[in-house]
């Protein structure tokens, strides 16, 4: 489960947070099969094959919180942020300022980029109540959605199917 921001979401796969601004994204993102996407290096260590669940949350004017989509990861790569930036620069949606946000500035700090492939939206978003129901009953508690957070097998396929998708025929 990996957290994005709403102006990322929308860059990245989000065609129904597109609708909603004015001059909507950029088209070479959007319809991209692989994009990436950065990140700080904290949270559970992440390895392919895996999948994303994107769960978009808040951001400015945009209070979304809800898993709104899923996509095989394809690569996850731990560097430092110049290396990461001219590996990934055409697959995302980040600047080289927002890289050096992600990494506060100190370009010898590791940062990850995490590499995806065809990011499929859910028919309906599972909103943060209903997905912390699922992860109650799956684990007995709630954790914060702050960073990456690893999710089973079963709460995978619970939250997909809560959000529309016949988890079955998911890869």
């Known amino acids: 489960l990996i957290p994005i921001q709403p102006r990322w979401a929308r860059e990245l796969f989000d065609y129904k947070l597109v609708s909603r601004e ?4 950029d088209a070479t993102l959007i319809f991209n099969c692989e994009n990436a996407y950065y990140r700080s290096t904290h949270g559970p260590a992440m390895s392919v094959p895996a999948r994303a669940l ?19 990861i394809i690569d996850v790569v731990v560097d430092q942020p110049k290396v990461i930036y001219s590996r990934f620069k055409r697959l995302g949606v980040y600047s080289w300022p927002d890289v ?19 990011t499929r939206l859910l028919k309906r978003g599972v909103p943060r109540a209903e997905l912390g129901r699922i ?11 702050q960073t990456v957070t690893r999710v089973s097998t079963a709460e995978t396929m619970r939250i997909l199917e809560a959000g529309g998708m016949d988890a079955r025929h998911i890869p």
């Open 22 to 25: 004015l001059f909507g994204a």
């Open 54 to 72: 994107w769960y978009v949350s808040s951001d400015g004017g945009n209070r979304v919180r809800e898993v709104r989509a899923w996509a095989p």
């Open 100 to 118: 050096c946000e992600v990494a506060r500035g100190d370009l010898e700090r590791d940062i990850m980029a995490i590499q995806f492939g065809p």
């Open 135 to 145: 992860m109650r009953s799956e684990r007995g508690s709630v954790p914060q959605l």
